[in-house]
């Protein structure tokens, strides 16, 4: 029989379960953490259904992995990192406390159209949103939100929506993605060709597909200008009524 969780008085595993997958995702997914030799992935996956509880031995290595406060990670005692109560110094585009997370607005506009132009945006505003939610979708270290500009992508987004892009998700496959194409940004419905082959598609039957190339490297600095780039997978749309 496995020993109970105890926060606050309560028997709470849901909560551990909860904060083992935000360590996880910070430490940069089970598939990381188990290339680096110290963890199993079978042992991974088991604790992050707490089955069976995790030994102290592991929570200590997955907080050292993820940048958390092992207190935190067992307990759910704040602050979750140490000297920092609600700012994670290790995440670049999200500050993320238990149950709510904060996700940025970049000042960067896609185009549902003819293509903007895509430069270094700066973090103008936020949205929060549920943690359960966010971790469901993909990795919130990762996310962030631009806006929507144009009409091909009508009636699916129109002009002045709000996408969450999560740049975790970059892997070629079919799906609404953001994609770079020679310097312009591009939020389209991806369908794939070949191997790093794939056509970009409007919802909006008025704006014709059109076939990119695919770079065929995680380096910026080694993609060749004529490749497109793909930013990450849409993973929310939002807009004002």
Same mark, same amino acid.
């Given at each position: ?5 105890? +926060?606050? =008085? ?9 904060? %083992?997958?935000?360590? $996880?995702?910070? @430490? &940069? ?62 995440? +670049?585009? =999200? ?9 940025? %607005?970049?000042?960067? $506009?896609?185009? @549902? &159209? ?128």
């Amino acid at each position: 029989m496995q020993p109970a969780i105890v +926060e606050n =008085g309560k028997n709470n595993s849901k909560m551990l379960e909860t904060r %083992i997958k935000i360590a $996880v995702k910070l @430490a &940069g997914g089970a598939k990381r953490l188990s290339e680096s030799g110290k963890f199993a992935a079978s042992t991974i996956y088991n604790y992050m259904k707490v089955e069976p509880v995790p030994p102290i031995d592991f929570v200590w290595m997955l907080a050292e992995a993820a940048g958390v406060r092992a207190e935190w990670l067992f307990t759910g005692q704040e602050p979750m990192h140490t000297g920092d109560s609600e700012l994670s110094e290790g995440l +670049e585009l =999200g500050a993320i406390k238990f149950g709510e997370v904060k996700i940025p %607005i970049i000042n960067v $506009v896609a185009s @549902a &159209g003819d293509g903007s132009d895509f430069g270094d945006g700066e973090r103008v505003d936020h949205l929060s949103f549920s943690l359960k939610m966010l971790l469901d979708l993909g990795n919130p270290d990762q996310m962030q939100i631009i806006k929507i500009e144009g009409d091909s992508m009508e009636p699916e987004l129109a002009s002045g929506d709000h996408v969450m892009i999560d740049q975790s998700q970059t892997k070629l496959a079919d799906g609404l993605y953001a994609v770079l194409v020679d310097g312009h940004l591009f939020v389209k419905r991806v369908h794939v060709m070949g191997k790093l082959k794939a056509s970009l598609v409007s919802t909006n039957t008025s704006y014709p597909a059109f076939e990119i190339q695919i770079a065929d490297s995680d380096d910026v600095d080694d993609i060749d200008q004529d490749c497109a780039r793909i930013i990450g997978r849409v993973v929310w749309a939002g807009r004002a009524l």
